[in-house]
């Protein structure tokens, strides 16, 4: 008899699903309206010592984005990472004849931003995110040589008189897409042209012989995660008809 009870209870045990309060299986699932992000992303620059994006460093990310509407929701987000720069054969033009300023070739800078976006959603399905992006933000930068100097105190590395605040304003323009997995999770991808309004990323402006203002660029990977909680019951008979995957979804973008 003993044996018997044990079975039965292992059987019992076996049907019990952790499954959505309902409706289970219609699509009026609950709607997810916040989420934490973190993610990495690949910098590049463009600059004086840069003619185009490229020499690749990383950033980490980490944001609070928002999910209440279709088609236009908020984001704010932290990044901190890094920069570089290179041009053994760079050259500078003065027009001053007692100028004695010699612009550095290479550049290594830190930066850290942060900032509020809107995204307008071109398509949002029950998987599937694209969205446009655009956003205000602060842009803080840290300039350094290959010497690990502080090329902000390095008057000689640029013109004369010529200084700088390494606090920046920032108008980040992005286009990213998202995929949705049936946990609620999401992965995510986003390429975003940060327009820094500073011409010092790179510690060269005065001098320079590219009157283009220094960009950065971030292609950024990212996982989200649910930040609103949905309700979960046990039930201890399955229907034959159950579809198991979606009873797991949690909930509308």
Not at 115 to 127: D, G, S, V
Request: aromatic share 12%; glycine share 6%; no cysteine.
């Amino acid at each position: 008899m003993i044996l018997g009870l044990a079975l039965g209870q292992a059987q019992t045990n076996d049907q019990d699903l952790d499954v959505l309060e309902p409706p289970f299986i219609n699509r009026t699932l609950p709607k997810i309206t916040r989420f934490l992000e973190i993610g990495v992303s690949a910098n590049a620059y463009r600059g004086e010592l840069n003619p185009a994006f490229q020499k690749w460093t990383s950033s980490f990310h980490i944001a609070y984005r928002m999910n209440r509407h279709r088609y236009l929701n908020g984001r704010f987000g932290l990044s901190i990472g890094s920069l570089t720069g290179e041009d053994l054969n760079y050259s500078f033009t003065s027009s001053d004849p007692e100028e004695s300023g010699v612009p550095n070739n290479f550049f290594k800078a830190s930066i850290i931003t942060f900032h509020y976006e809107l995204q307008f959603n071109l398509l949002k399905t029950r998987r599937y995110m694209v969205y446009l992006s655009q956003g205000f933000g602060i842009y803080r930068f840290a300039v350094q040589n290959d010497e690990g100097q502080d090329l902000l105190n390095v008057q000689t590395s640029r013109a004369r008189n010529e200084n700088y605040n390494n606090f920046a304003v920032m108008l980040p323009s992005g286009i990213g897409a998202a995929y949705r997995l049936a946990n609620g999770y999401s992965l995510g991808v986003q390429a975003s042209i940060l327009n820094q309004q500073t011409d010092y990323v790179d510690n060269i402006s005065q001098l320079s012989t590219d009157d283009r203002r220094d960009n950065t660029l971030m292609i950024k990977f990212f996982l989200f995660a649910p930040l609103t909680r949905v309700p979960i019951k046990k039930i201890s008979q399955r229907p034959k008809d159950w579809n198991y995957t979606r009873s797991r979804q949690l909930g509308n973008w």
